[in-house]
């Protein structure tokens, strides 16, 4: 990273719900060294100006759903030293790639007054679908002290320290009980990649998988351990269908579910 | 190891955490080949320096704050501890930040560490080298303490592989070795026009050897499948699998036999290792994903 | 000693409220206690201060991926068998701060952890829990090298031992020599009669803690009832383990088609480990500031059954979930004998009990033994 200059920092946004680049600004306590640390270029829900790229890190949040969104992340590439995609919807698609299995003129033409205003792919998808990108943080949200790690990791110039560890992980170093032995609760910890802190089970619901499969994890054995618990398959489809659904693993154990 | 009791007499009692880095300038960078290049460092305590010493194939761990830390094997003379070498090559997050430094930035060192060559028992055997890539620089102390004590060795050959004539380390010393009475035979997997050795893989070298069998030790360092051919030919020349001496590489962390990460079946890497018989680990090391 | 206590060695009896003195002297002592309390649908450890806090009257079903608590129907302090907690947990945090090192000129100055470590008393270690603390101090402080943090905690720790009275569906302890009598070094041990307590003088310092108590040499009678209700426990084991050797025959069937057929079944979770009374591994990593100028070292519980845990540049040399678990048992049951001289298992059944799918590691050395 260039010392001379801050470092320029962008964020870009695509099909989302702008939750995880409002995690920047969440991040309140640091968010003054950020802004020490980096110059903010380009991020138009925190800056009226916007200046041109090139940029040191771009924070691209959303997923790919149509095609002027596929023109602009290639030219957010070219302009990007450090393509970060940032959140499920980034990384995975998002919760809007439930159109992905099936046919997106039905949504269309059901939810739209004036359907024929509407220019759509059929799919949504992962920003790495289209372009490199050199980081993901997953989450829906992403954490912010990942945010943070990244930022800092780019800046002092190593790899980022990002979890792969699964959700029970994290369970287990708080003193969470599990709630899936202790309480026959669903939870897809086991196959989710941690990084949240494991939030959902320490409020004694089932972990839904928001930061995505966790590497070389089993979903299929898990789906049927919840299937012995009562679950239907249909239901186990859906559980792994979520913020996360069209990730290649999940996507796989909600299809071997469906019709179980 | 050897050293731990004297140099934690001269240290603060804090310092008897195995954890805490001990600072090092960096005093001299000398490039070897493309991506490897050795360290020269410094203790910063006077009297941790002083009191510093290791055994050949011991290693430290290199400690970069905000970066991390990394197992590096010590390569310079064990007879002159004060001049602290590590031959690095540039493969992850530390060392390629180490790549960044210049002369006089600092280092955090925690070491020595490990298992050693067994330089005094191989005492008036033949002794052979068989060294892969940056796997030289593991060997190099040993070989240091074998020209130091020559008389006390019978016929010592060091075989010396690498990818390209480019790649091979310490290659400009070779011949300072020789004037030991050490045969030095390098070998590339591709040559190129300038190049005069041998041509293939290490092991292969040892076709042209007549080792006795009865009396002959072999240390070897390189890539895993390496290590294996050569103690393959050993064995096929009857030298005994218990005076056959391997160093591996496993993840490091703590380097105390405390994170779990270097396990090998029965051994810590960090601990029993990385210097290990080949007796010992043979049977496991046919066993895939171990 | 001026004050009428109890030597080493000796038995006495006291009434089962008298407790309550006993943890007000641990108090007055300058001890944290940490005790069984009923929270989040299980019996877990957490600061107590009362025997009150105690999950009296309570237990727990056990099975394979399965807890539930149930009612005794009766007014047990300790009638239930071993959580999903550790007192790992406490000597061995999940996340602890090594040192902080900030940039001093041209160099670093190195500031260590110099917290004063806590004083803890465990109320209700069972003989399980106490084989595996022996296990964890042979790791972290008998061998060449010693964990400060670990050894400063666990030098300070009171701990006020439980005679295990009900085992577990997936309790083995007997088979593999851990309990359930507590025969490994502690402060007091109880054994929980209907009516009273009988307590065995382990230190003096545990003596000196029934200063305030009434007590009186346990008779004969006490004894025996203490003894059957032990033996009782030994008898009543969920499961047993053949633990003949473990180790030859893990390492002659290191590619036996067994771990194909867990690795289909594991989640690779790591859950096992984490509940493992034993299990120790760790990582340690740095947090750094924005600028890099400051950084604190912090160590985290790690496990084998994590991807990266294996990792050298170029890949991860335990690839998939049939190498990391024949990893996991293999070092437990097997290597950990090497390592330590000990095996790495207590038999407590946390790993069957708390694995979400309920393998139970009993079972997979049987199908290695049956078809070995």
Known sequence: MSTAAKPRLAVYKFASCDGCQLSLLDCEDELLAVAGAVEIAYFVEARRQTLAGPYDITLVEGSVTTEEEIE???????????????????????????????????????????????????????????????????????????LLELVTSLLIGRLPHLPSHSVCQECKARGTVCVTVAQGIPCLG??????????????????????????????????????????????????????????????????????? | MATKQSTLQHIPTISLDPMLPHWAAIAKIQDET?????????????????????LPGQFNMLYLPGIGEVAISISSDPETPHELLHTIRV???????????????????????????????????????????????????AIYHVIRHRAEYGKITILA?????????????????????????????????????????????????????????????????????????????????????VSLERNMKCAVGFCGHCQYGPTFLCKEGPVLSFAQIEPFYNVEEF | MAENLPSPGEQVVIAKPALQSVFKALDSAGYTLIAPVLRNEAIIYDEVSSVDELPIGWTAETGPGHYRLEQRGDESFFGFPAGPSTWKG????????????????????????QDVSPSYAFIGVRACELAAIAIQDRVFIEGPFQDPHYEARREKAFILAVNCTEPGETCFCASMGAGPRCTQAFDLALTELRDAFVIEIGSPLGARMLLDVEWSFAGALELGRADQKITDAEN?????????????????????????????????????????????????????????????????????????????????????????YRQWLTHKLASWIDQFGTSGCVGCGRCITWCPVGIDLTEEIAAIRDEA
């Open chain 1, 72 to 146: 602009r992340i290639k030219e957010v590439r070219r302009q990007s030293r450090f393509l970060v995609a940032i959140g499920a919807c980034a990384t995975a698609g998002g919760i809007q790639s439930l159109r992905n299995w099936i046919d997106v003129n039905d949504y269309v033409n059901t939810v739209y007054a004036t359907p024929e205003y509407i220019d759509t792919l059929a799919t949504s998808k992962p920003i790495s679908d289209y372009v490199e990108v050199d980081f993901e943080l997953r989450g829906c949200p992403i954490s912010k002290y990942q």
């Open chain 1, 190 to 260: 086991p196959v989710t990649l941690g990084g949240c802190w494991a939030i959902c089970p320490a409020f004694n619901r089932g972990c839904y998988g928001c930061f995505g499969p966790v590497e070389d994890g089993n979903p299929i054995a898990l789906g049927e351990q919840f299937m012995a618990l009562g679950q239907t398959g249909a239901q186990v489809s859906r559980a792994f269908r979520g913020f996360n659904g069209y990730a290649p693993v999940f996507r796989q154990a909600s299809e071997y579910f469906e019709d179980k």
């Open chain 2, 34 to 54: 493309p991506g490897v290049a050795t360290y020269a460092l410094e203790f910063q305590d006077l009297a941790f320096r002083t009191a510093y010493s290791f």
């Open chain 2, 91 to 141: 493969a992850g997050n530390v060392t390629q930040a180490i790549e960044r430094l210049k002369v006089g930035d600092q280092i955090g060192v925690r070491g020595p560490y490990g298992s050693a060559w067994p330089v005094e028992v191989a005492r008036g055997e033949d002794l052979i080298f068989v060294a892969g890539g940056i796997g030289l620089a593991p060997l190099r102390p």
């Open chain 2, 161 to 245: 592989g690498a990818r390209s004539p480019e790649d091979m380390l310490y290659h400009d010393e070779f011949d300072a070795w020789r004037e030991h009475d050490i045969e030095v035979i390098p070998t590339v997997d591709r040559a190129d026009e300038s190049w005069q050795g041998r041509v293939g893989v290490v092991p292969m070298l040892f076709y042209s050897l007549r080792p006795d069998p009865r009396n002959t030790t072999v240390f070897t360092c390189g890539p895993e499948i390496m290590m294996r051919f050569v103690a393959y030919e050993a064995m096929a020349r009857r030298i005994p699998t218990e005076r056959v001496f």
């Open chain 3, 90 to 113: 406490y000597l061995y945090p999940s996340r602890l701060k090594l040192f902080s090192v900030s940039k001093n000129g041209g160099g670093y100055q190195t500031v260590p952890n």
């Open chain 3, 236 to 324: 009543q084991m969920g499961r047993t383990l053949d633990t003949s050797d473990l180790p030859g025959l893990l390492y002659d069937n290191l590619e036996h088609p067994r771990w194909d057929d867990v690795a289909e079944r594991c989640l690779s979770c790591t859950n096992c480990t984490l509940v493992c009374p034993t299990c120790f591994c760790s990582d340690m990593k740095d947090i750094s500031d924005l600028t890099g100028a400051n950084t604190e070292r912090v160590r985290v519980w790690d496990s084998c059954f994590n991807p990266d845990f294996s990792y050298v540049h170029g890949g991860h040399l335990r690839p998939n979930i049939r190498a990391r």
